[in-house]
């Protein structure tokens, strides 16, 4: 064996590879890096977690539906901003007013001036035009189905000219789209996979460096608006796991993330330089396949069954074991009782009972019918009141939620039985109507009008029967003619005082039917570090939607905050 | 990784093995040492604690208003964040994992059984056939696989991740036992009964079989160990039996939970313990089945050694008197 | 000759089956890419009917073709390189994702084996030397650490040594905020900085497997007739059992070395997911949730090529290190 003979060799190999080794850690071990995340020398810098686990792949392009976060908001801009925190005026952005005709077939805009593109290039009412002008060409680009030309008919104004009247379009239009630059995008060759790595835009921030691992954004010194940013530097880093999240956290590494951790309070008990922000947007409901007519079957298809489940529910034990506490009280409504107070018209259904009514509950199911059996669990013609309710592995509060609400609704009789998918599978039951009851959430659309929630989730256009996927999003089969008009009729007027007669008429309906049975409105917590940056929102100042992973709101934060001088 | 500690090339070049027949087949059963006792006594409290356990404990899925809490107020192990009963949730957890264990010890002992052992006997077309699946199979990357099958199934039972996890565990155990079993065809005992004319199945479970035991029960051993680890492993990943008890939902839970940030140290400790007490003692048995697959290895322990009452420089000085 | 042949053969059949269960196993998961992508979109924000139009042509969902056309388009677009776009990172090309992520995950697993194997032959090699010394009774303290779950004692290491005593990082390849990629020393010492808790724990949990082998072949070999030639002989002790004894005694662990090296993708998935350091396997994971099939397919294909291509050099190694299996053949 000739390949073994150079023992001596061999040996000295070894103890090199040893020896080398342990320099390069000690080495590496002294060079240490400090972890923290501002450079004192070279300006203030915050980092920021937005969700993103895994590899990051470039992707600046805000016409894509994956791209990089930061893309829209922070990068590039829209014409206005809708604040789905509380209660506001749409702030202007890069319009500063706009009109509709009568029929609202025409919309006109007017851009702001004094802008200018983070090349140097000054912005235009051209821009605008041309990025609608191009969404409405590009099919692959079209996610919210805009079916308008634009037109700039001078330095400062757009009209917009729809085939059929629009109103409800509004928000999408003015909201929730980035205003591209035309002298670049008119020689892309291909708007829909185009990287667009080194994006000019009008926003507050462009991009600095770009890796596989973490990618930074730098102050844009020409921005439109005097004094702001007052950050210089922006980093976003990409994280496994919640836990990860959390360590990161109380390590003080990230300054900006939204991540409901369990025992947050306990967590943040001793960190002087950590504070949360709470900003409940999204109501955690039961989803039920109420419909018999098109297919849904199982008891949850008795309005009594789902009734008496709304009153059964002891709320203040779910926020307590599966919110964390920070839940909101949720509005069968389907609207956020602080957020939306105008739009609920009647004062009764503001809020659902936070606490257990189970003689309600009873009365309920005895009038309909369904007698308690010898095992405690009711019958009605030979049918048991078994439920089943699926939840995606992995939403460890909304197992939770199912653990609780088990114990609590049998009490009443009613026997169920939670599953756990993979969220293609639950996602497919969901939209295919092969579920009984499902829990999921509802909310967070361009605006806060009313008329998106009740047009996606209750008017029949947006459903189909089982077994045919209701993607548009209306997954419990509800079908009312009384909802359906008033919808329509909502969606057809401009008219906010009109808007609230319609909205009275489905608010009657929906929590008489509750096809879509509110729990509460589930917290989105965001974390901050203090220390580097101030002028975050607080729970006394929700001035924008805190959480890092929403678009538009991120923008806003960003060049709100300031550097804490020490 | 589960790793032979005979390589079958090795093995068909020294062979070592009495043939047991008779009187001493008693042989093939382990002698009693001290760490064949351990491993066998803490296997042994364990599989009780899952078969019985469950009777004795409450509802694991009980939520209670406490919360988070640790041990004390009449919680044994304390409260998980929604208030379950630590202790029940660790009864009905351990019985989850051992029928992981048991179902996958079989099915390996099964599928390994008939694709190495008779495919290897009987020679041949069946033998190069089976030994190019079994092959075809160990190369076949098992996590993935793992992966992508128990996520295209709904509803994800602990039987349904068992079964998974053994069909691609198995490929591994055939190999070992083919060339065994190949080196043991061609022993004189074996030939003999074939030229005096005994049927190939009796051939195979009187003579052949047999000496095979030591090893199949090794390798059922670490099939079991792997299966417990990897649907530990499979659990924390998310992609396990999440609506049943195992020691590795429970992990799960508990890291979700952020168990261990928040100090909750009775609910994070004790299913990984309990997981690495169980593969520990299988270890050791394992260990004592070695010893019957090699008896050189029982000679050298420590134990052995002191038995005999003698120094180390006696026993340097008796070796070299010998040379 | 033949016998190489042989092995050859075997390969390409093994390669092709493995082709085909990537090709068919995503294609068996439920779900719709576009349904996916929708209700992920949803989550972030509002998603009207439309959007399902834009994303299906954004996607260019290849369901329409019967599947047999697409097994041959896609044995192509593979022996062509092209490993197609992704869906969950669209729309950067597959062959990019993984270019990016491979390396960590080779370098940082496939280094931590290498360790583990060395370091667990070598103390085998001693263990079984040295019979019924101290370190026999290290074997079973190690192979008990095999048996405790890897992802517990990591998550368990990552606590002590990155929150408590704050001696690693927490997270990350290397450090963001003061290196970038490149051939320098500070990226460098930080790469090394950042994989050792990962690697530490790697070969904390994987050593017993190693040193337990590796001894019990020792004991094995150092009965047979030629190590008694060797000390009748009077050669010296440690050499008997570096070139007599540890070298015979090595060929099962060299075996299952290489497998093991083919496994290092797959097993990466753990260690990515506790430490969030940027490999292959959180890609993987991402795929899988997501149903991207050409992502999928694609990760496969890596694993499938390092495990057959392990394993081949293993039969090939055996054959010039082992002449026994050249004269059975």
Known sequence: MLLFTRRPGRRLAWTAAAVASVAALSLSACSGSDTAGANGASGSAITVFNGATGTITENFNPFSPTALQPTLGVIFESLYWYNLASESEPTPMLATGHEWNEDGTELTITTREGVKWNDGEPFSAADVAFTFNLVNETPELNTTGLAATAEATDENTVVLSFTEQSFMQEPEILGNRGIVPEHIWKDVADPVTEVNSNPVGTGAFKVKSFSAQSYALEKNADYWEEGKPAIDEVRYISLETADAASAALTAGQVDWMSAFLPGLEQLLKDQEDLAYVNTPALTTSIYTCSNAELGCEGPQTDVAVRQAIYHAIDRTQLNKLAGGGFAGEGSPTLLLPERDAKWIVDPEHKVAPQTADTATANKILDDAGWTLGADGIRVKDGQKLALTIQTVT????????????????KEVGIDLTPTQLSWNEWNANQTGGTFQLSLDSIGLYASPNPYYPYNQRYHSDNTTPVGESAISGNFARYSNPVVDAAVRAAGSTNDEAEQLAQYAIVQEQIVNDLPYIPIYINSTLTEFNTSRAEGWPTNDDKYAFAASWKAWDNGIILKTITPVTQ | M????????????ESHLPAPSGRTRRRSLPPMTLKLGIGLSIAGAIALFGLIGPYLVGDPSRVDNVGLSAPGGGFLLGTTQTGQDVFAQLAHATRGSLTIGLVVGVLTLVLSTFFGVV???????????????????????????????????????????????????????????????????????????????ERSWRILTVEVLPNLIPLLASQVVFAVIFAILGEAGL?????????????????????NGLALRLGA?????????????FGAALSLINFSIDEIINPKLRSQTRAVRRSWRMSRAQLQSAKESTL | MRYVLQKLGFYVAALWAALTLNFLIPRWMPGDPVDIMISKLATRGPVTPSTRHAIELLLGTDSQQPLWQQYIAYLGQIFSGNLGTSVVYFPTPVAKVISQTLPW?????????????????????????????????????????????????????????????????????????TTSIGLSWPFISSVLYYG???????????????????????????????????????????????????????????????????????????????????????????????????????????????????????????????PRTRARA
């Open chain 2, 119 to 197: 495919g290897a006997y009987v020679g041949g077309v069946v033998d190069e056939s089976f030994s190019l699946f079994s092959n075809v199979m160990l190369v076949i990357p098992g996590l993935p696989l793992v992966i992508v099958i128990s996520s295209y199934v709904p509803d994800k039972s602990v039987w349904l991740i068992a079964f998974v996890l053994a069909l691609t565990s198995w490929a591994g155990s055939a190999r070992v036992l083919r060339g065994f079993t190949l080196s043991l065809r061609n022993r004189d005992y074996v030939l003999a009964s074939r030229v005096s004319g």
């Open chain 3, 105 to 177: 995950t080779i370098g940082l697993i496939g280094i931590a084996t290498i360790i583990s194997f060395l370091v667990g032959i070598g103390l085998g090699t001693l263990a079984g030397w040295k019979r019924g010394s101290w370190l026999d009774n290290v074997i079973p303290v190690t192979t008990m650490l095999q048996s405790v779950p890897y992802f517990w004692l990591a998550l368990i290491l990552l606590f002590a040594f990155g929150s408590v005593w704050q001696v690693f990082p927490l997270n990350g390849g290397y450090d963001v905020y």
């Open chain 2, 265 to 277: 140290w009775w609910w994070f400790i004790p299913p990984g313990l309990m997981l690495a007490l």
């Open chain 3, 196 to 322: 050792t808790l990962p690697a530490l724990t790697i070969v904390i949990s994987s050593i017993g497997g190693w040193m337990l082998g590796m001894r019990n072949m020792m004991v094995s070999t150092l009965s047979e007739d030629y190590i008694l030639t060797a000390e009748a002989k009077g050669l010296k002790p440690g050499r008997i059992m570096r070139t007599y004894a540890a070298r015979n005694a090595v060929l099962p662990s060299i075996a299952g070395f290489a497998i093991s090296l083919g496994f290092v993708v797959a097993g990466s998935i753990v260690t990515e997911a506790v430490f969030s350091y940027p490999g292959i396997g959180s890609a993987l994971l991402q795929a899988v949730n997501s149903n991207d099939y050409a992502l999928m397919q694609g990760i496969f294909l890596v694993i499938t090529l390092s495990v057959l291509g392990a394993n081949l050099l293993v039969d090939l190694l055996y054959t010039i290190i082992d």
């Open chain 1, 394 to 409: 992995g939403w460890s509060d909304y197992i939770s939620l199912n653990d609780a609400m088990r114990q609590q609704l």
């Open chain 2, 235 to 255: 659990s924390f990943l998310g992609l396990g039996a999440s609506g049943s008890f195992t020691w590795g939902t429970m992990l799960y839970y508990a890291q």
């Open chain 2, 2 to 13: 589960a790793l032979t500690t005979q390589d079958p090339t090795i093995a068909e070049s």
